[in-house]
């Protein structure tokens, strides 16, 4: 997709490699877009310099482990326990009612992780076909998110990496703030 054609996107979505970087820019979208945004985030768990796993957090409030190496479970994700249940409880309830509201929706992130709650997923690919718009992090990689995301039309997908930062924050300011004035003006 082409930058004149960027704001107009239904979905503007980033693949990203680095965890650190996905955070950094959802947490500043976060901040400053909140009033607009709805969904959630998944965050990195520390124990000292090592991660332990993913919490995820509803905007708003609500926060649950998502992975953990102390969870033991029948579900994992590489050397982490799943608790895919999780996503039910924080995730979903959240991009519900930010949907109910007429917010953009944020999914910080889809991956392997998500996919793993049929509930959570089923809703996830409702909300995304449903014309609201939609701001995605996804983990490059994940082959099935890559040919989805390469698909939908009305989606504009994006690198996040240490060399595309500048222009990532530009393109997500510049979607966030035209989806922003149809909100305000009741589009």
Known sequence: MTDARLPAAVRLVFGFSDCALKERLSARL???YG???GGFRTLERRAGAARDGFDVEALGGGRETLA???IVSAEAFNKYGLNPAALERVALPALEAASAAGKILLFDELGPMAARSARFSAKAVEL???GAP???FYRRGAAAFEDAFGRMADTAILELSAETWAEAVAASRAWLDYKVRLMENGR
């Open 68 to 70: 953990s190496r102390s």
């Open 30 to 32: 976060a901040a400053d």
């Open 35 to 37: 009033r607009w945004l």
């Open 128 to 130: 995304l076909f449903s």
């Open 134 to 136: 939609c701001l995605v």
